[in-house]
C-alpha cells in the first residue's frame, strides 16, 4: 500500500531536549511538507522541501529544522529553542508544487508531541 | 495578504444537509480544496474545485464557488454521524509558490 507514515504517534519531552519526527513516504513525490496544528488555528506551515537536499523555511520555521537526504523521508527536528513546542504535527507529499497545478497534497496521521 | 476564514462549529441533525463557508481574500487562487480531519489523525483531501469554476458536485458533496465575493462552501447532503469531523478549506496561489494556506477549520457535529 502506497502512503505517508509518521513516527511515533504520541512523543513526550523535557523542556531543553531536541527531538526529531519522522514522516517516510512511498508515494514517489517530489515534495514534503511539515505542518503544526493548534486547535482553533488550523495548519500552519513551518517547512517544505520540493526535491532532495533542498528545503525552504514556511511561516513559522524558528526553533525548527528539516534535512532531506532521500525522497522518502524528511523528518523534522524541535529544538529547544522552539518556545511552545506542545502541539499536533503533520506531515504531508504531493507531486506538484509549482506553478498553477493543482497541488494535491497526502497527510500522514499526525504526531502529537507534549513538552513536560 | 493570504487570509482564509471559516466559522468554528456547526451542529445538524443526522439526515439534514450540511453547508459549511469559507472565505478567502486573494482573488488570484488557482484551486480551492476541502479537507475533513477525524479526530486524532491526518487530513484526508475531499474535493477541489478550479477557481473558474462555479459548482462541482460529486455524490453528497456539492462545492458552490462566487469569485466575485471570494465565497467558498461545501454542501454535504444527507448528513450522517460519520461525517462528523473537521473541516478545513485551503487555497493554493501560484504567485505563493502554489502552497496551500488553510482556514483555522469547521468542526461539525452530527447528531443521530
Known amino acids: 500500500d502506497g502512503g505517508i507514515t509518521q513516527s511515533p504517534k504520541y512523543l513526550f519531552r523535557k523542556e531543553g531536549q531536541n527531538v526529531t519526527l519522522s514522516c517516510e513516504q512511498n508515494l514517489n513525490h517530489d515534495a514534503m511538507y511539515w505542518y503544526r496544528q493548534d486547535p482553533g488555528q488550523g495548519l500552519r506551515l513551518i517547512y517544505y522541501s520540493q526535491i532532495v537536499n533542498d528545503f525552504q523555511k514556511g511561516d513559522i520555521a524558528e526553533g525548527y529544522s528539516v534535512s532531506r537526504e532521500k525522497k522518502e523521508s524528511f523528518p523534522l527536528t524541535v529544538t529547544s529553542a522552539q518556545k511552545n513546542p506542545t502541539a499536533f504535527y503533520l506531515c504531508a507529499s504531493s507531486i506538484h508544487q509549482s506553478g498553477g497545478a493543482v497541488n494535491e497534497q497526502f497527510f500522514g496521521p499526525g504526531t502529537r508531541l507534549t513538552v513536560l | 495578504g493570504e487570509d482564509v476564514e471559516q466559522s468554528l462549529f456547526l451542529s445538524v441533525r443526522e439526515g439534514d444537509s450540511s453547508v459549511i463557508n469559507c472565505t478567502y481574500t486573494?482573488?488570484?487562487?488557482?484551486?480551492l480544496y476541502w479537507y475533513k480531519q477525524e479526530p486524532g489523525a491526518g487530513l484526508q483531501l475531499l474535493t477541489y474545485i478550479f477557481s473558474n469554476m462555479d459548482m462541482k458536485q460529486d455524490q453528497r458533496l456539492t462545492v458552490l464557488l462566487n469569485k466575485k465575493d471570494k465565497h467558498l462552501s461545501l454542501r454535504i447532503a444527507d448528513t450522517q454521524t460519520g461525517d462528523s469531523a473537521i473541516y478545513f478549506c485551503a487555497e493554493s496561489i501560484p504567485g505563493a509558490g502554489n502552497m496551500l494556506t488553510f482556514g483555522g477549520g469547521t468542526r461539525l457535529m452530527v447528531k443521530p
Open positions: 486573494d482573488s488570484s487562487s488557482t484551486y
